[in-house]
């Protein structure tokens, strides 16, 4: 099942995204900073106290100390190798799973347990690489099927969400740029801007239909794993300078993989 791929005939998971609007999503320091500073509970914590001593709106001044360990906990992708539990691996650029067709999945395939079975391994997966999303065709499954769970915490499996066949049905008008990386393209980072907020529907584990409306950091995880349902990468949502920036590594990264690559 290591790089099983369902190639076959099958339609796309949406029937059209739009073009201005992440393959686990792997947060910038400056998201995560952000969220850090909003979400602790912790009156002790540095970044709290330092918080409360600037103005609001404000990033809190950090030491190196704490920004390198900020830095080295969010932003550091990694490649786990074997992950106990499963038999799935991320695929890399430019493999083509990340570029084919991904079929619905089916109400059968939900009674079986066989989606069930998948997100499982999908979400120990996205924890070994210290992702906080992952796509199904990123490990080879070409169904429309994503995992994530926004705080990447494993700890947290309450945050844990599964989304089955989902659709985006509205988007904002107010977009926002920042800075996005994915398991898919090792050791490479660009800005990309998505819409603020989007409405969803879905179906959870059981094939019941589910309508969801996510702003901010939840939006923005969402849509790119959306995208990857749509064979769409987030190099693809680069501005033509960010994409210069990053082509000698998609160059590295077409080399390794060799012939047979979907660019």
Same mark, same amino acid.
């Given at each position: ?97 990340? %570029?084919?067709?991904?079929?619905? *999945? ?8 066989? +989606? $069930? @079975?998948?997100? #499982? ?72 801007? %998505?819409?603020?907020?989007?409405? *969803? ?8 239909? +589910? $309508? @969801?409306?996510? #702003? ?48």
């Amino acid at each position: 099942m290591r790089f099983a791929t369902a190639l076959a005939a099958a339609s796309f998971c949406s029937l059209g995204s739009r073009n201005s609007v992440m393959a686990a999503f792997v947060p910038s320091v400056r998201t995560a900073l952000s969220r850090r500073v909003m979400s602790s509970s912790s009156s002790s914590s540095p970044l709290i106290r330092s918080f409360s001593t600037v103005e609001r709106g404000r990033p809190p001044p950090l030491s190196a100390d704490e920004f390198m360990r900020l830095f080295s906990e969010v932003d550091e992708e990694v490649d786990p190798g074997v992950v106990e539990g499963t038999d799935l691996r991320v695929l890399k650029y430019p493999h083509p799973a990340l %570029r084919a067709p991904n079929a619905q *999945v089916t109400q059968e395939e939900l009674d079986d347990g066989s +989606i $069930k @079975k998948l997100a #499982k391994e999908m979400f120990l997966v996205m924890y070994a690489t210290q992702g906080v999303g992952l796509a199904a065709p990123q490990v080879g499954v070409n169904k429309c099927l994503m995992v994530y769970n926004e705080s990447g915490d494993q700890k947290k499996w309450l945050d844990e969400v599964v989304m089955v066949n989902p659709q985006i049905v509205e988007f904002s008008d107010g977009l926002d740029v920042e800075n996005e990386g994915c398991l898919s393209f090792p050791n490479m980072r660009g800005d990309v801007e %998505r819409s603020k907020w989007i409405k *969803v529907e879905a179906q959870n584990m059981k094939g019941k239909k +589910i $309508k @969801k409306k996510y #702003k901010g950091w939840e939006a923005r995880i969402f849509q790119h794993e959306y995208d990857h349902l749509d064979g769409v990468v987030y190099p693809d949502r680069l501005t033509e300078e960010g994409r210069s920036e990053v082509q000698p590594r998609l160059d590295e990264l077409s080399a390794e993989f060799g012939e047979g690559g979907a660019l």
